[in-house]
């Protein structure tokens, strides 16, 4: 068992600040934070020795590296409320409403070569009772999405993002939260085995606005998500929380960036992935930048591993950079390790069978994750896919004993 | 009617620099209806007598036997001898995330019955262990001791001796660090579930306050992993005026 913890905590943060450092944001040069552009030419085919692409298994994800015009989309279906809007628009359009510049060539040739842009769109102030579902899915060709999703001011939405199929998806994925708004972004890649999925989510919160997002990777070949965060005014709360359960040959890698650069905002990540199986890598970077105007802000980071078998990877690696000292706390934890002994333990000691024992550990480990989602049908199934994976490690075990 | 049966045990701590021995032949019997206290200062042992016996894996048993009701322990799985009737209060019960007492109580009483408890009478039972121990119902829905003080987990602990009703219990330190209500309630505890005479206990402790709330049958005095001396009740008053000290220095002298 490996574990860092780092906090750093400042109670004494002022109250007030300047209001001529927010329109200021400097530039912070760091290899963390790669210059995002719409230009495909600053994203060079990558060799895999760069900082982003280090842990990458380059080979199985040079597809998403291609620059050619694609035909297909997900095939996106849907059932909307009144209030929700989804419709096709122009990539210039895409363009003009997204967060930022793609980070990465994925994201940059998902952006330009997509078939088609959308706009998901929740009207200023809706009430939206029922979760959004939009299910997405890959037919075994190569496609690519430029998606827009924006929430009006005070308005309030769960929305599911549900991927499931085959073939290789490369995404860019824009999430802009009005003032005052609530949203709550579940996404799924509950892909076939051999799916390849790559691309970047960017998420801006508005002022006051409070979104808890939840990213399930259990499914795929190759899962790697770049999910940025930041704000567009003070106030604004996020609630990133993670899981993903790797099997044999698996990779699987989530990338997130919080960006604090505005003060008085809240972040806390908090990801949890389970590995069974030779060859299963999971990757997990948490960076958090905390800019100079961004007095007073909390934010907390963790990812947890557990690694079932022999064979496994999990890397991870939280960063946080700090400009300002004025804050009300920062910190971050990572562990990653076999199971706990003491608990197998306690459990068994109370008659429960070291396989039961086991499965509660790890239902509990999830559930702690999976009972924050808010969609109870979505809660449920996920729960049930955690019990067929463990079925899974019980039979391979069975198996390799 | 159950009797634990403690035949020359030997036990081994493992340790990163290589095993150590702990137990160097215990000899204890207790019988139906007896509360055995087991008395020692920190470092004797006691705890890792209790561990050795529940089947903790840093502990290793190098001979001797324990037996309950003829079935040999030694050799058994942690769970095989819960299922055998054994439990172990814990000095320092384990905090286990997103599973919740509800869903341990009935995953162990499962195991333990080989069927599923009836859900109606369940639930009832489950409260009225938990309000016995005054913890209030909300403690079924929370994870496994996380979040709780230190008085709830070991409270927690007996709610769980009262629910399961092994054929035998080791208490471990269960009253350390208990206010003086909260012993009383967790004493409680204990009589109900020795008074049908036929369970067996023993009692760990380091301090003689919890004795005046459960009457022990006998009284041994535990020093460097051996049982020196045995008694009644007016063992452990000895022990409250006097303390270990003769004990200890009887058995550094033996080993010079």
Redesign the interface.
């Known amino acids: 068992m490996s574990t860092t913890a780092d906090t750093i905590s400042n109670a004494a943060a002022p109250q007030a600040v300047a209001p001529n450092v927010a329109s200021a944001i400097e530039t912070v040069d760091s290899h963390l934070h790669p210059t995002p552009s719409w230009d495909i030419a600053d994203h060079p085919v990558p060799h895999g020795r760069e900082e982003i692409w280090r842990f990458t298994p380059i080979k199985r994800f040079k597809g998403l590296f291609s620059d050619e015009p694609r035909t297909d989309s997900l095939e996106w279906s849907s059932d909307l409320p009144e209030g929700v809007t989804m419709e096709p628009i122009t990539p210039e359009q895409a363009h003009a409403l997204s967060v930022e510049a793609p980070v990465d060539r994925v994201s940059a040739l998902a952006a330009k070569n997509a078939a088609k842009a959308y706009h998901l769109s929740v009207a200023a102030n809706a009430e939206i009772a029922d979760p959004v579902i939009l299910n997405g899915k890959g037919t075994g060709s190569a496609v690519a999405d430029h998606v827009i999703i924006s929430v009006g001011a005070n308005a309030e939405a769960t929305i599911v993002l549900h991927y499931t199929g085959s073939g290789s998806y490369a995404e860019k994925t824009d999430i802009i939260v009005g003032d005052g708004a609530r949203l709550n972004l579940v996404t799924l890649q509950d892909w076939a085995d051999d799916a390849v999925h790559g691309g970047q989510r960017s998420l801006l919160v508005g002022r006051d606005a409070r979104v808890k997002t939840i990213t399930a990777s259990m499914g795929g070949d190759v899962v790697r998500l770049q999910e940025n965060s930041r704000f567009a005014g003070p106030g604004g709360e996020v609630e990133a929380y993670g899981l993903y359960f790797v099997d044999a040959g698996q990779h699987v890698q989530h990338r997130l960036f919080v960006d604090h650069n505005e003060p008085h905002t809240k972040s806390n990540v908090d990801y949890r992935g389970a590995l069974q199986g030779k060859g299963a890598h999971s990757v997990w970077i948490g960076d958090v930048l905390i800019r100079k105007e961004a007095e007073g802000i909390d934010t907390y980071e963790s990812n947890k591993n557990l690694v079932l078998t022999d064979g496994c990877q999990a890397d991870s690696v939280p960063n946080l950079e700090i400009e300002t000292g004025e804050i009300a706390g920062a910190g971050h934890a990572s562990t990653t390790g076999r199971f ?4 197998l ?10 396989s ?2 086991r499965r ?2 790890v ?6 994750i999976i009972r924050r989602i808010g969609v109870p049908k979505i809660e449920d199934q996920l729960m049930e896919q955690v019990e067929r994976e463990l079925e899974q490690a019980a039979i391979t075990q069975a198996l390799e004993s | 009617m159950s009797t634990l049966v403690i035949s020359d045990l030997h036990v081994d701590v493992l340790t990163e620099s290589g095993p150590k021995e702990i137990l160097k032949g215990v000899n204890l019997t207790a019988r139906p209806g007896e509360i055995h206290a087991i008395m020692g200062p920190n470092g004797s042992g006691k705890s890792t007598l209790a561990y050795a016996i ?4 840093n502990y290793k048993i190098t001979s001797g036997s324990v037996t309950l009701d003829g079935v040999e322990l030694t050799e058994m ?3 095989e ?3 055998e009737g054994l ?2 209060a ?1 000095q320092y ?7 919740s007492v509800a ?2 109580l009935r ?2 009483k499962t ?2 019955d080989g069927e599923a408890p009836k859900i109606r009478t369940w639930v009832k039972d489950v409260e009225k262990a938990l309000g016995n121990m005054q913890l209030d119902k909300t403690f079924s829905a929370r ?2 001791n996380e979040g709780f003080s230190g008085g709830e987990k070991k409270r927690h602990e007996i709610a ?1 001796l009262e629910l ?1 009703n092994p054929k035998a219990a080791i208490l471990d330190e269960t009253d350390s660090g208990l206010d003086i209500d909260a012993l009383r309630v967790v004493s409680d505890g204990v009589n109900r579930f020795t008074a049908s005479g036929d369970r067996a206990l023993l009692l760990i402790t380091h301090y003689t306050r919890i004795l005046r709330y459960i009457e022990p049958t006998f009284v041994h005095v535990f020093i460097d992993g051996r049982i020196v001396d045995e008694g009644g009740r007016e063992l452990a008053d000895k022990l409250e005026a006097e303390g270990y000290e003769s004990y200890v220095k009887a058995a550094a002298a033996a080993v010079a």
């Open positions: 706990d002994d003491l608990q333990f306690y459990l068994r000691s109370r008659g429960i069978t070291e039961e024992a509660l550990v239902h509990g480990f999830f559930f702690d | 529940a089947g903790h894996p799985t942690v769970d001898r819960a299922r439990f172990l814990m019960p384990v905090e286990v995330p997103g599973v869903n341990f995953t162990a195991a333990l994870s496994v769980q399961l």
